[in-house]
T-cell receptor, first 117, second 115 residues
Framework: AQKVTQAQTEISVVEKEDVTLDCVYETRDTTYYLFWYKQPPSGELVFLIR??????QNEISGRYSWNFQKSTSSFNFTITASQVVDSAVYFCALSEAEETSGSRLTFGEGTQLTVNP | GAGVSQSPRYKVAKRGQDVALRCDPISGHVSLFWYQQALGQGPEFLTY????????KSGLPSDRFFAERPEGSVSTLKIQRTQQEDSAVYLC?????????????FGEGSRLTVL
């Protein structure tokens, strides 16, 4: 069975601080994908990044960066110089590779990030 | 529209009523998913369609839940004899391809409250 754990339920920071959201996953698949989604108050899940299990290179996109480490089954997300607009719930997710399941996502429970001015 | 559209956005039902939630995926998207998101929780998988075929319904919590996608585009999630524990946001998502080679697009969800 697949599982995603986001141990941080809530994080509160002051604007311009850096913040890291932790994600630990469990899977028996050798091929899998990891994701981060942002859920603002409107409710729609916004895609941020997808990584496959064979690509452990870290990625940076503007103020966002991701650290994927297979050795510790972790896929952490860092926001540099946080802004109030970053306030949202962030979900880490894992997808299976089976065609019959459509590569469905297994989500963590989310981390509520609040950035205060 | 350009995105995944869900209706109604909000639904209040009395316990025991039947409800129907609609999802209009992005045109041409083969894969369609329904997820249930309880308050303060992550989305949980309900069911998956590949075109009109429902290939996986292992996440449906009971036989009161039924989903269909008869023409491979619009999908409806029906909940019969609603219970209070059915209160949640129901999210629909679509993907252009079958395998994980494309982004999964989510709608804004339908928030169901059962009184």
């Amino acid at each position: 069975a697949q599982k995603v754990t986001q141990a941080q339920t809530e994080i509160s920071v002051v604007e311009k601080e850096d913040v890291t959201l932790d994600c630990v996953y469990e899977t028996r698949d050798t091929t899998y994908y990891l994701f981060w989604y942002k859920q603002p108050p409107s409710g729609e899940l916004v895609f941020l990044i997808r990584r496959n299990s064979f690509d452990e290179q870290n990625e940076i996109s503007g103020r966002y960066s991701w650290n994927f480490q297979k050795s510790t089954s972790s896929f952490n997300f860092t926001i540099t110089a946080s802004q109030v607009v970053d306030s949202a719930v962030y979900f880490c997710a894992l997808s299976e590779a089976e065609e019959t399941s459509g590569s469905r996502l297994t989500f963590g429970e989310g981390t509520q990030l609040t950035v205060n001015p | 529209g350009a995105g995944v559209s869900q209706s109604p956005r909000y639904k209040v039902a009395k316990r025991g009523q039947d409800v129907a939630l609609r999802c209009d995926p992005i045109s041409g998207h083969v894969s369609l998913f329904w997820y249930q998101q309880a308050l303060g929780q992550g989305p949980e998988f309900l069911t998956y369609f590949q075109n009109e075929a429902q290939l996986d319904k292992s996440g449906l919590p009971s036989d009161r839940f039924f989903a269909e996608r008869p023409e491979g585009s619009v999908s409806t999630l029906k909940i019969q004899r609603t219970q209070q524990e059915d209160s949640a946001v129901y999210l629909c998502a679509s993907r252009r391809f079958v395998r994980e080679s494309g982004e999964l697009f989510f709608g804004e969800g339908s928030r169901l409250t059962v009184l």
